[in-house]
């Protein structure tokens, strides 16, 4: 079974960058069926990107509105590896970010946006 663990979490202020990372350790990993999540204090975990396999057979990706065009979920070099690099943070961009994989959650990694 996959196990995941997210990092690169951090302070940064508005407007600043991060990349997370979520590797993954066991068989079975692929990038298609993996997503991103976050959670704000006080709110429910909510979507932010995930992998899935388009039309045509090849990975796409798909983005909340509220991050479209600011965050990019890819692969690294590893096949085991999937990052989100987050860009022109804002304040309400501040919660615990997870990742998912076929029904297996991360630990989670704190992402702070405070000036």
């Known amino acids: 079974q996959v196990q995941l663990v997210e990092s690169g979490g951090g302070l940064v202020e508005p407007g600043g960058s991060l990349r997370l990372s979520c590797e993954a350790t066991g068989s079975g990993f692929s990038l298609a069926g993996m997503g991103w999540y976050r959670q704000a204090p006080g709110k429910r975990r909510e979507f932010v990107a995930s992998?899935?396999?388009?039309?045509?057979?090849?990975?796409?990706?798909m983005y909340s509105d509220s991050v479209r065009g600011r965050f990019t979920l890819y692969r690294g070099n590893s096949k085991t590896i999937a990052y989100l690099q987050m860009t022109s943070l804002k304040p309400e961009d501040t919660a615990v970010y997870y990742c998912?994989?076929?029904?297996?959650w991360g630990q989670g990694t704190q992402v702070t946006v405070s000036a």
């Open positions: 992998v899935y396999i388009g039309d045509d057979g090849r990975n796409r990706t």
């Open positions: 998912l994989h076929e029904g297996v």
